[in-house]
Protein backbone atom coordinates (compact mmCIF):
# COMPACT_ATOMS: atom_id res chain seq x y z
CA UNK A 1 0.00 0.00 0.00
CA UNK A 2 1.35 3.19 -0.75
CA UNK A 3 0.30 6.25 1.77
CA UNK A 4 0.73 9.24 0.05
CA UNK A 5 0.53 12.87 1.71
CA UNK A 6 -0.07 16.26 0.86
CA UNK A 7 2.25 18.70 -0.87
CA UNK A 8 4.74 20.33 1.34
CA UNK A 9 4.97 24.13 0.91
CA UNK A 10 7.62 24.13 -2.03
CA UNK A 11 10.77 26.47 -1.68
CA UNK A 12 11.99 27.73 -4.88
CA UNK A 13 13.63 25.56 -7.27
CA UNK A 14 12.84 22.56 -4.90
CA UNK A 15 13.04 19.20 -7.33
CA UNK A 16 10.97 17.83 -9.43
CA UNK A 17 10.18 14.32 -10.48
CA UNK A 18 10.86 10.71 -8.95
CA UNK A 19 13.91 10.03 -7.09
CA UNK A 20 14.83 6.02 -6.30
CA UNK A 21 18.03 4.84 -4.64
CA UNK A 22 19.94 4.16 -8.04
CA UNK A 23 20.02 4.24 -11.71
CA UNK A 24 18.97 0.14 -11.91
CA UNK A 25 15.69 1.21 -9.90
CA UNK A 26 15.16 3.93 -12.35
CA UNK A 27 15.84 1.96 -15.18
CA UNK A 28 13.13 -1.11 -13.82
CA UNK A 29 10.54 1.22 -12.91
CA UNK A 30 10.25 2.43 -16.12
CA UNK A 31 10.21 -0.80 -17.40
CA UNK A 32 7.58 -2.63 -15.13
CA UNK A 33 6.02 0.31 -12.86
CA UNK A 34 6.83 2.65 -10.17
CA UNK A 35 4.48 0.58 -8.43
CA UNK A 36 5.67 -2.52 -8.68
CA UNK A 37 9.58 -0.70 -7.53
CA UNK A 38 7.68 0.38 -4.13
CA UNK A 39 5.83 -2.84 -3.32
CA UNK A 40 9.31 -4.57 -3.66
CA UNK A 41 10.52 -2.47 -0.40
CA UNK A 42 12.20 0.46 -2.22
CA UNK A 43 11.45 3.83 -0.80
CA UNK A 44 10.28 7.23 -3.71
CA UNK A 45 11.65 10.64 -3.06
CA UNK A 46 9.79 13.49 -4.49
CA UNK A 47 8.76 16.94 -3.63
CA UNK A 48 6.36 15.61 -1.49
CA UNK A 49 8.44 13.65 0.66
CA UNK A 50 9.44 9.93 1.13
CA UNK A 51 7.20 7.18 0.09
CA UNK A 52 7.59 3.44 0.52
CA UNK A 53 5.28 0.33 1.32
CA UNK A 54 3.68 1.08 4.69
CA UNK A 55 6.25 4.27 5.60
CA UNK A 56 6.29 7.68 3.96
CA UNK A 57 7.82 10.86 5.52
CA UNK A 58 5.81 13.70 4.72
CA UNK A 59 7.55 17.22 4.24
CA UNK A 60 6.28 19.70 6.04
CA UNK A 61 8.63 22.59 5.69
CA UNK A 62 10.65 23.22 2.89
CA UNK A 63 14.06 26.10 2.85
CA UNK A 64 16.49 26.89 0.22
CA UNK A 65 20.10 27.47 0.78
CA UNK A 66 21.45 30.68 0.06
CA UNK A 67 24.71 29.71 -0.99
CA UNK A 68 24.39 25.80 -2.61
CA UNK A 69 21.91 23.67 -4.19
CA UNK A 70 20.54 22.46 -0.88
CA UNK A 71 17.47 22.34 1.13
CA UNK A 72 16.75 22.17 5.17
CA UNK A 73 13.53 20.17 5.68
CA UNK A 74 11.36 19.15 8.01
CA UNK A 75 9.28 16.13 8.16
CA UNK A 76 6.99 13.70 9.94
CA UNK A 77 7.95 10.49 9.37
CA UNK A 78 5.01 7.37 10.12
CA UNK A 79 5.61 3.61 9.46
CA UNK A 80 2.65 1.11 10.95
CA UNK A 81 2.48 2.18 14.76
CA UNK A 82 5.66 4.36 15.04
CA UNK A 83 5.30 8.28 13.76
CA UNK A 84 8.56 10.52 14.22
CA UNK A 85 9.90 13.94 13.25
CA UNK A 86 12.66 14.09 11.00
CA UNK A 87 14.71 16.97 10.06
CA UNK A 88 16.80 16.38 6.23
CA UNK A 89 19.47 17.95 4.02
CA UNK A 90 18.37 17.57 0.42
CA UNK A 91 21.48 18.58 -1.88
CA UNK A 92 21.58 18.54 -5.86
CA UNK A 93 24.82 16.92 -5.93
CA UNK A 94 24.27 16.88 -10.42
CA UNK A 95 21.06 17.25 -12.72
CA UNK A 96 20.22 13.13 -11.62
CA UNK A 97 21.84 12.69 -8.26
CA UNK A 98 20.65 13.98 -4.88
CA UNK A 99 21.95 13.51 -1.22
CA UNK A 100 19.56 13.37 1.64
CA UNK A 101 20.85 13.79 5.08
CA UNK A 102 19.03 12.96 8.62
CA UNK A 103 19.83 14.25 11.79
CA UNK A 104 18.24 10.94 13.07
CA UNK A 105 20.63 8.19 13.79
CA UNK A 106 19.89 4.87 11.84
CA UNK A 107 19.56 2.53 14.25
CA UNK A 108 18.97 -1.84 13.68
CA UNK A 109 15.58 -1.32 13.76
CA UNK A 110 15.46 1.57 11.04
CA UNK A 111 17.37 2.38 7.86
CA UNK A 112 16.97 5.98 8.83
CA UNK A 113 16.27 8.32 5.59
CA UNK A 114 19.85 9.33 4.65
CA UNK A 115 21.29 8.42 1.23
CA UNK A 116 21.73 9.21 -2.62
CA UNK A 117 18.61 9.06 -4.85
CA UNK A 118 18.43 9.56 -8.15
CA UNK A 119 16.24 11.10 -10.63
CA UNK A 120 13.92 8.80 -12.45
CA UNK A 121 13.32 10.34 -16.09
CA UNK A 122 10.09 10.01 -17.23
CA UNK A 123 8.91 7.74 -14.56
CA UNK A 124 5.33 9.40 -12.39
CA UNK A 125 4.13 9.00 -9.04
CA UNK A 126 1.33 6.33 -9.19
CA UNK A 127 -2.34 8.00 -8.95
Not at 41 to 55: C, F, M, P, R, T
Not at 62 to 91: N, R
Not at 106 to 126: I, R
Request: charged letters at 15%.
Amino acid sequence: MLVTATPAPAADDFIEGVYLQSEELCAQAKKDTLQTVIDAGNIVLSADGLQGVEYNCEFLQISKAHGATSWAVTAICQEPGYDFPDVLSVTQLSPKQIDLVSVRPADSEQAGNSGSYYHCEGVALPQ
